[in-house]
Nanobody, 120 residues
Framework: QVQLVESGGGLVQPGGSLRLSCAAS????????FGWYRQAPGKQRELVAS???????NYAGSVKGRLTISRDNAKNTVYLQINPLKPEDTAVYYC??????????????WGQGTQVTVSS
C-alpha cells in the first residue's frame, strides 16, 4: 500500500516560482511511475509531468519548459517545480503513483490534492 501527501501550494504571483512536494509512504519501492496531475476550474484533469523508476521524464506539451519533475529516493519525495508561474497554472495539483504487476494490471494511488492559485 502507498500513501501520498501533497504540500507546497498556495497563493502566488505570476512570474514567480513554486515547488510542490509529494511525500510517499508505504511500499514506495513497488511504484513504477510517479506523476503530477492538475485540474483547473471547469477543466478536465490533465497529466502534466511524470517520472519513472529509471528517471525518465515526460511533460505535457502545454507546460514543457516551465515545469520540472524530480524525485529524491532517499526522502521518498517527488517534486514539481513551476517556473515561471502563469495565471493558467491555477488548479488543484494531485500526486499520482502507479505500478503494473506481472499480469499487466495497473494499480493507482492518489494524494488529496493541493491548491495553487496564481494571481496578482
Amino acid at each position: 500500500q502507498v500513501q501520498l501527501v501533497e504540500s507546497g501550494g498556495g497563493l502566488v504571483q505570476p512570474g514567480g516560482s513554486l515547488r510542490l512536494s509529494c511525500a510517499a509512504s508505504g511500499l514506495v519501492s513497488s511504484i513504477d511511475v510517479f506523476g503530477w496531475y492538475r485540474q483547473a476550474p471547469g477543466k478536465q484533469r490533465e497529466l502534466v509531468a511524470s517520472i519513472s523508476r529509471a528517471g525518465s521524464t515526460n511533460y505535457a506539451g502545454s507546460v514543457k519548459g516551465r515545469l520540472t519533475i524530480s524525485r529524491d529516493n532517499a526522502k521518498n519525495t517527488v517534486y514539481l517545480q513551476i517556473n515561471p508561474l502563469k495565471p493558467e497554472d491555477t488548479a488543484v495539483y494531485y500526486c499520482n503513483a502507479f505500478y503494473t504487476n506481472l499480469l499487466r494490471s495497473r494499480y493507482d494511488y492518489w494524494g488529496q490534492g493541493t491548491q495553487v492559485t496564481v494571481s496578482s
